[in-house]
């Protein structure tokens, strides 16, 4: 059984939808995303770089990894240089995906895709969404392990922790 | 500027709602959740249980850590102790709070606070809501390591890492 017996439609929003779907005898209230990205970029000086911005579901500012949602028909790789630029001007590099996994399976389709960039350089154009202010913030790769402790959002601490993994 | 100045809720479900806020100039779309937890838990013979469940948004089973939402005013420790027996059947141990997080902060206010629980033991009463059709699945410690390629859920990841992490 992977597929609901009945399906309807109760909220059609801008970036999210929710549908309540009937699977045999239990309704599922779910939130429908398009998917989306989240980049570990080490620059060419070995520093991560993070991006601290004000993130209004927690009602405040966050330090997380520059991450963005898929356009419909992107491929995620695309999706990822594509938002690690917009968020940061940084650019080329090599690309590995790391993971993909769903963020809040409970309650959301949204599917994310982990992508590692090493060796990214300054030189692309920054540009940001409406409203998107975005701070850079540089850790030096030395220091993620102790200062883990100030990260509060789930994919940036899954996406340090696997890197800290694959470096060694 | 911590709160919104205007809010509406445009969906008012059952688990979750959906508001629309104006942050100044911008509107948000933020979905409302009670906030969760989620626990690993190790076993007197050095096995980390996890639950194996379909999950409809995914439109598969994924492997994950035993985790549950937070009934109001419940403190989240109470909560990962009643949601561990509920799920696995499995009490008691050693516990410690080891991260707390938000689980996709750019569209939801969900909150989760993860925990390591070590020594549990069976003897609890295994009691699943409607329709959750749980098996649990026990990897030796040693081995998770090598199979975290078959974790696709954020939370099981950043946990078993940041487990890793602590045990050594």
Redesign the interface.
Known sequence: ????DERRV??D????D?VV?R?????????E?PG?VAIVPVDREENVVLVRQ???????E?V?LP?GTIDEGEEPLATAKRELEEETGLRSGEWNEV??????????????TLFVAEGVETGGEQNLD??EGVELVRWPVGEI?SR?GE?????T??GL??Y??LRT
Do not use: Q
């Open positions: 059984m992977s597929e609901p109760v909220y929003g801008k970036l999210i929710v779907e699977w045999g005898d239990n309704e599922r209230e779910i939130v995303h989306a004000m993130r209004e579901p927690a009602r405040k966050l997380e991450a993971a993909a996994f769903w963020t809040t399976p409970g309650f959301c389709n949204e599917r994310m409406e409203g392990a883990l990260i509060e959002d789930a994919k601490l899954a922790l696997l800290l993994r």
